[in-house]
């Protein structure tokens, strides 16, 4: 059982605001912890060490851990409820831990994009970039300097002197990572860039993402798209605040223990206890000891054994982790 840590009030996050409006989000709040130089893992960066937060009467995060290496573009994946707003937050400054350490660079080195834009939806696309800018100490003309190339890959030139309120949701979230990033950071954090964006805004978002990193950022983005999570170079995978896996993504792959089995309907029995539906067919996980034999199998409602990918990999963790707290799996 996890004892609770003495919960902290925090930071309250917030932002530059011209003329006293608001935006739609937080920003990085000033009064972070301190910033720490790149940790002996091997790795380097910036990151978490050992956080755990209490919102109310319950644990949001549990002692989780993630570096974020300059140059490498880091996935926090998990589903509702997981803990990912809340580890960004974190590690973004906009929220102080309960417990742990947060090592990341003076606010000013950090582009924090939140869960929405965090955008002043009555100013146009050039005003809330130029204000930007100004905020983290650009000159006019390196503001022009970063801003247009970047306006120009992501299909908003045309739209620079349109108001952010009017613009669809791809292109708010286009516009949010542009301002997180328009002053070249160390650190780039962000909340589920992706979710709720077409096809083709969604290629803009990641043109950029690995332009950061090429750039020599650190990225760290949250996302409930596994399929997303497999082009980072490291993956933290969460549930219910506690971590499942963390790794490369051949490596999270790597370390299911066991085998995995495409069947056509779901099983009984204990076997009905380790199998979800993808698609058109179920998967059926066999722990190490269990099930058939590696190899095809003989009787056809065994189902063949299949090679796995991310998505399976963190579901057996989920599954496993369900299983252990239910006594059913050692």
């Given at each position: 059982?996890?004892?609770?840590?003495?919960r902290a009030?925090?930071?309250q996050p917030?932002?530059?605001?011209?003329?006293?409006?608001?935006?739609?989000?937080?920003?990085?709040?000033?009064?972070?912890?301190?910033?720490?130089?790149?940790?002996?893992?091997?790795?380097g960066?910036w990151g978490l060490?050992?956080?755990?937060?209490?919102?109310?009467?319950?644990?949001?995060?549990?002692?989780v851990?993630?570096?974020?290496?300059?140059?490498q573009?880091?996935?926090v994946?998990?589903?509702?409820?997981a803990?990912?707003?809340?580890?960004l937050?974190?590690?973004?400054?906009?929220?102080?831990?309960?417990?742990?350490r947060?090592?990341r660079?003076?606010v000013?080195?950090?582009g924090?994009l939140?869960?929405?834009?965090g955008?002043?939806?009555?100013?146009?696309?050039?005003?809330?970039?130029?204000?930007?800018?100004?905020?983290?100490?650009?000159?006019?003309?390196q503001?022009?300097?970063?801003?247009?190339?970047?306006?120009?890959r992501?299909?908003?030139?045309?739209?620079?002197?349109?108001?952010?309120?009017?613009?669809?949701g791809?292109m708010?979230?286009?516009?949010?990572?542009?301002a997180?990033?328009?002053?070249?950071?160390?650190?780039?954090?962000?909340d589920?860039?992706?979710t709720?964006?077409?096809p083709?805004?969604?290629?803009d978002?990641?043109?950029?993402?690995?332009r950061?990193a090429?750039?020599?950022?650190?990225?760290?983005?949250?996302?409930?798209?596994?399929d997303?999570?497999e082009?980072?170079?490291?993956?933290?995978?969460?549930?219910a605040?506690?971590?499942?896996?963390?790794?490369?993504?051949?490596?999270?792959?790597?370390?299911?223990?066991?085998?995995l089995?495409?069947?056509?309907?779901?099983?009984?029995?204990?076997?009905?206890?380790?199998?979800?539906?993808r698609?058109?067919?179920?998967r059926?996980w066999?722990p190490?000891?269990?099930?058939?034999a590696?190899?095809p199998?003989?009787?056809?409602?065994?189902?063949p054994?299949?090679?796995?990918?991310l998505?399976?990999?963190?579901?057996?963790?989920?599954?496993?982790r369900?299983?252990?707290?239910?006594?059913s799996?050692?």
């Open positions: 059982m996890t004892s609770r840590p003495r009030s925090g930071p917030g932002g530059p605001q011209p003329g006293g409006r608001e935006p739609d989000s937080t920003a990085p709040d000033s009064t972070a912890p301190d910033s720490a130089a790149p940790d002996s893992t091997g790795r960066g060490q050992e956080v755990s937060v209490w919102h109310d009467d319950s644990l949001a995060l549990d002692h851990s993630l570096v974020a290496a300059a140059g573009v880091t996935a994946v998990g589903g509702d409820g803990g990912k707003t809340t580890l937050r974190c590690l973004a400054g906009a929220q102080a831990p309960g417990s742990g947060v090592s660079p003076e000013r080195r950090i924090y939140p869960a929405s834009s955008l002043y939806p009555d100013l146009t696309v050039a005003e809330n970039l130029a204000f930007r800018a100004a905020a983290y100490g650009l000159t006019a003309a503001a022009r300097e970063q801003v247009a190339e970047y306006l120009d992501a299909g908003l030139t045309a739209a620079r002197d349109r108001l952010v309120g009017q613009l669809s791809g708010r979230q286009k516009l949010g990572m542009i997180a990033l328009v002053h070249r950071p160390d650190l780039l954090v962000l589920e860039p992706s709720g964006v077409d083709v805004s969604r290629s978002l990641w043109w950029l993402i690995a950061a090429t750039g020599g950022s650190a990225v760290v983005f949250s996302t409930s798209y596994l997303e999570a082009r980072a170079g490291l993956v933290v995978a969460l549930d605040g506690r971590e499942l896996a963390t790794g490369t993504p051949d490596e999270i792959v790597a370390a299911i223990p066991g085998t089995r495409a069947v056509r309907e779901r099983p009984s029995g204990q076997d009905g206890l380790r199998a979800w539906r698609g058109g067919h179920w059926v066999d190490p000891g269990s099930g058939p590696a190899g199998i003989a009787g056809p409602a065994a189902g054994v299949i090679r796995p990918d998505q399976d990999a963190v579901t057996v963790a989920a599954l496993a369900e299983l252990r707290l239910a006594g799996l050692r």
